[in-house]
């Protein structure tokens, strides 16, 4: 039964991402997929599960500006004129096509991603030792998918491809930075993610903690990514500052009613990430399942719009 499921899904998204599956309506290609990802049926006619309140989200919440705040590029504008640079990772260039960088007159360390992406990125901490056609093998791959058709994350749809280099920012003693992702629900951060031995670079498994706004740790937890409950993780100096700063991005994005900011922490300064309109795509499970039913009643949408 296994090896057929993993035929049918691969099947599934490689027509897909070849568009073949674009004649279908989104409520029921998100229906399709609900149910292969979380193995049972959505109600999209009255939402209850946190999940399902996100894919009806998905649906039916289109506002123009989401596609600007998911652009990787045009949201570091969009933030740095409404609450500054020191915020803002420093871009080093913006390309149509990997040939048009010249590494050569990139810095030693940089980063390479593409602006339309989840998860495709390529750091290059030496560039002695960067390897130029493997770099350029997995951006112009991640160029070329259109995660409109994977998910039917529509504000992802109209967004023209282009390559971001970065600057590669790192802690003082040359470890990866820790990214918080802060979990908005109606303009108010309800929990935090903090991921505990993930590289960057690597799509190896990590664990995950989740925290509420007094850096208590939750109940709950991402079965993929179980949490270290003993892992002493100390509270942020600059909890409260982020959480501030991620209401505020809330705001600046018209109030949807759930909204995923990603931040970082270098060197006393709280510097933004990403962006997330539908975490997991609306497929994300919890252990114990129950709540997924528990943060939907968290969550308040108006399904009558």
């Not at 027509?15 to 997929?33: F, N, P, R, T």
């Not at 495709?120 to 493997?134: M, Q, R, T, Y």
């Not at 498994?205 to 991402?222: A, R």
Request: some cysteine; glycine content about 4%; hydrophobic content about 40%.
């Amino acid at each position: 039964m296994n090896f057929f499921r993993k035929v049918r899904d691969y099947l599934f998204f490689h027509s897909a991402a070849a568009g073949l599956l674009d004649c279908i309506s989104d409520e029921k290609y998100v229906a399709v997929e609900y149910r292969m990802f979380m193995g049972n049926s959505i109600n999209l006619k009255k939402p209850v599960k946190f999940s399902e309140k996100l894919c009806w989200l998905k649906i039916h919440d289109h506002n123009p500006l989401y596609t600007t705040l998911a652009d990787k590029c045009a949201v570091k504008q969009f933030l740095a004129e409404r609450f500054g640079e020191e915020h803002i990772i420093h871009t080093l260039g913006i390309f149509e096509r990997f040939d048009d960088i010249d590494i050569s007159a990139l810095p030693d360390q940089f980063v390479i991603k593409v602006n339309h992406d989840s998860g495709g990125i390529v750091i290059c901490k030496d560039k002695s030792k960067f390897n130029a056609e493997a770099g350029k093998k997995k951006i112009e791959k991640r160029l070329n998918i259109n995660y409109y058709r994977l998910h039917r994350e529509w504000q992802y749809k109209d967004i023209q491809p282009r390559i971001i280099v970065e600057e590669y920012i790192q802690n003082e003693d040359g470890s990866e930075l820790n990214d918080l992702k802060f979990y908005i629900f109606n303009g108010k951060v309800k929990f935090i993610e903090y991921d505990l031995n993930r590289r960057a670079d690597s799509h190896e498994k990590y664990n995950i903690n989740l925290y509420n706004t007094q850096w208590e740790l939750l109940p709950f937890e991402d079965p993929a990514y179980p949490k270290l409950a003993d892992a002493n993780v100390a509270r942020p100096a600059l909890l409260d500052q982020m959480i501030a700063y991620s209401e505020q991005v809330v705001k600046a994005a018209g109030n949807p009613d759930f909204l995923r900011v990603d931040l970082y922490i270098h060197k006393s300064n709280v510097l933004f990430g990403e962006i997330t309109f539908y975490d997991a795509a609306g497929y994300g499970k919890f252990n114990p399942p129950e709540y997924d039913i528990i943060l939907g009643q968290e969550l308040v949408i108006d399904t009558d719009r």
